[in-house]
């Protein structure tokens, strides 16, 4: 039987706007030490990390005297080259998954192909500009981010929901959900591409 290779990763990213790291454990038990500067948005990512089981550290420094967005980005794009790092040539994993997902009244639904090759469909509305002093449009900005660097393909679409809050809640919980599933190790297909060309490289 083939060997599970260790799932972790580290990546710092640091430019004029910013300075971040990341570390992520795929094969964690949901634990995460998230500071961004940017309270709802560590809430958020406590969720990703919660939901998807992934153990995160997030250290994020960034011109928030200007605004969040800078801050926002290049923290999807360290998390997502982390995740990308962490799964390696991605053998063995489902690679595919998704979730409907209900939180009081709003219901959400993500659906991804960890394939390498990256793309986002977002189908999510806000009736506010912000959730708190953050801006909605930031969170399809994160999940932009992370999506083209991990090498997901990836559909987010809130299919009702009356609060902002819930409604962002709940893709950042369906994503982690539907990931959880996804790059968990099938035991019948350890060691194992999971496609018929062989690679997941894009």
């Known amino acids: 039987m083939a060997k599970i290779e260790n799932r972790t ?13 990341v570390e992520l454990n795929l094969d964690g038990t949901g634990q995460y030490d998230i500071q961004t500067g940017i309270g709802f948005f560590d809430h958020m990512l406590d969720q990703l990390s919660r939901h998807s089981l992934i153990d995160m550290k997030i250290r994020a420094k960034g011109d928030l005297h200007i605004d969040a967005h800078h801050t926002v980005e290049d923290t999807g794009i360290a998390i997502g080259q982390a995740l990308s790092k962490a799964l390696g040539n991605r053998a063995g994993i489902n690679r595919y998954a998704s979730i409907d997902l209900a939180m009081d009244e709003t219901l959400t639904r993500a659906a991804l192909d960890v394939s390498g090759r990256p793309y986002l469909i977002w189908q999510a509305e806000f009736s506010r500009p912000k959730v708190g002093d953050f ?22 679409t809130n299919h009702y929901g009356e609060n902002n809050h819930h409604i962002a809640e709940t893709c950042f919980k369906a994503v982690a959900r539907a990931l959880r599933v996804a790059i968990e190790i099938d035991p019948r297909q350890i060691g194992v591409i999971p496609s018929t060309k062989g690679s997941l490289q894009g």
């Open 9 to 21: 990763a580290k990546i710092a990213r640091k430019t004029k706007e910013t300075d971040i790291t």
């Open 135 to 156: 801006d909605t449009e930031l969170f399809r900005e994160f999940f932009q981010a992370f999506a083209q660097n991990a090498g997901i393909t990836l559909h987010v």
